[in-house]
């Protein structure tokens, strides 16, 4: 073993006694390297979490048009998706300009503790809000952002102190979205022609804003994102961790992504992202996410926006299922119009997978992966753990009424029961001398999410 990792280890080590025995941080300093910065034991808030809500709101909201509508003003500029370019020229005057879109997001109905209240009723438990994207509009009153912030133009209100305010009193955990890059930055421009050799944009804008951002709203995450281009080396993220870990107001609990360069995602950070709705074909080595949209095609709103087009809650179940039992957190976005109204689509998604936790929310909250994660007999079946329990999620309902689980090994204290019925211990028996049982099934409770727990106990 190289002493390298023999160093991480240790660190890994001390700081997880510290923080699981006296919920402290720890008291070794973080050096601004890779190697230092990953051995930095994850807060363990966020795997106990599980479920999110993503939320994408900027000036974009306003044209609310096409395929990633978050990414309309770069395609209309540079002319990269004709079907863009063809709608702005139908429907808006000569001369119009994407600057011109910001007086009209004046989030008029924007009410943060409603929005806060349905975020509760969803059952999650964290919240990640665009901050930035890559147009470079904030949504707080940044110092850098003279003109193109949410105080200064349109809602002139400060969407993330106000949201986040809404967010914590609900005993949600508070989350921060921020793009590295803003695609027509002068400065950032400058950066590039010199092949990211200058870091004007760096010093003068992205990292005063990251300083800012934790400073004044004190996120117990950071989802960065927009630093594709360039290395971490030019973006300074390291020593911007090392601060973030060392002295930050937020040095015990925060948590990072692993978007902060080049090369960096799926490698390097607190938990991993990597690809955008990421989805593994085998249980990960290390803590990560799943970011998904109920809008299949967009992360912003769409005003084109069709309900074929949307996630169904039995596909968001089934989808959140499969992260769940391969280690992962889940984190569902949705697009609020730019009047501050959610669509009554989303809300809707989002309260009935609030009820649907409310029954099976055992199953998923701080669950850990169990030795076989799924299994396919007669249903699909998604299994999770928690300390010497066993969960079982069908998403479908057996045909017959003796279902059989082929996995579970079971003993002489084996316990079945259906979630929705706690108290009603279910009639079983083994399936074979080695393994599996066969249960008797209750009568059909409703799930309008198709899913169903059995909590096995007394299994192995």
């Known amino acids: 073993m190289s002493t390298s990792l023999l160093s991480s280890g240790i660190i890994s080590s001390i700081c997880l006694i510290s923080v699981l025995l006296f919920g402290t941080g720890c008291s070794v300093r973080y050096t601004p390297d890779w190697t230092s910065l990953d051995a930095r034991p994850l807060p363990p808030w966020f795997d ?66 409603d929005w806060a209240d349905i975020f509760a009723a969803s059952g999650a438990r964290y919240v990640v809000f665009t901050s930035k994207h890559h147009e470079g509009f904030t949504n707080w009153p940044s110092a850098t952002s003279w003109n193109w912030n949410s105080v200064d133009v ?107 360069g080049k090369g960096c995602y799926c490698k390097h950070g607190g938990y991993y992202n990597c690809a955008d709705r990421y989805t593994p074909g085998k249980l990960p080595d290390h803590k990560w996410e799943k970011c998904q949209s109920i809008d299949k095609r967009s992360w912003g709103y769409r005003r084109n926006m069709k309900l074929s087009e949307t996630m169904d809650l039995p596909s968001i179940i089934k989808d959140m299922m499969y992260v769940v039992a391969l280690g992962g957190n889940y984190l569902l976005n949705i697009g609020p119009m730019s009047d501050g109204m959610i669509a009554p689509v989303f809300e809707e998604r989002l309260r009935g997978l609030g009820a649907w936790l409310k029954v099976n929310g055992e199953a998923i909250y701080s669950t850990k992966p169990w030795r076989v994660q799924t299994e396919n007999s007669t249903v699909s079946v998604w299994y999770t753990s928690k300390n010497s329990t066993v969960y079982a999620v069908i998403l479908s309902w057996p045909s017959k009424l003796l279902f059989q689980l082929l996995t579970p090994k079971t003993s002489e204290t084996t316990k079945v029961t259906l979630l929705d019925y706690p108290d009603l211990p279910l009639k079983w028996a083994p399936a074979a001398e080695t393994t599996g049982l066969q249960i008797l099934m209750p009568a059909m409770p409703v799930s309008h999410g198709n899913a169903w727990t059995l909590k096995l106990e007394g299994v192995v």
């Open 48 to 113: 106990e979490a599980k479920i999110g809500i993503f939320v994408h709101w900027g000036v974009f909201s306003v044209p609310g048009y096409g395929q990633f509508s978050e990414w309309l003003w770069c395609w209309w500029k540079n002319k990269k998706r004709l079907d863009i370019v063809d709608f702005m020229r139908k429907n808006y005057p000569p001369g119009f300009k994407y600057a011109d879109f910001a007086p009209q997001f004046r989030a008029e109905f924007f009410n943060p503790a």
């Open 154 to 260: 349109g809602p002139h209100r400060d969407l993330v102190g106000e949201l986040g305010a809404a967010v914590r009193k609900r005993s949600l955990h508070w989350g921060l979205y921020h793009s590295f890059y803003e695609w027509f930055h002068p400065l950032y421009l400058s950066d590039q022609a010199s092949g990211y050799k200058t870091q004007d944009f760096v010093a003068l804008k992205a990292l005063p804003e990251l300083y800012d951002l934790v400073m004044r709203y004190k996120p117990e995450l950071i989802w960065s994102d927009g630093d594709w281009e360039a290395p971490d080396s030019y973006w300074n993220s390291t020593q911007f961790l090392a601060w973030l870990y060392n002295d930050s107001p937020v040095k015990d609990v925060v948590v990072v992504n692993d978007r902060w």
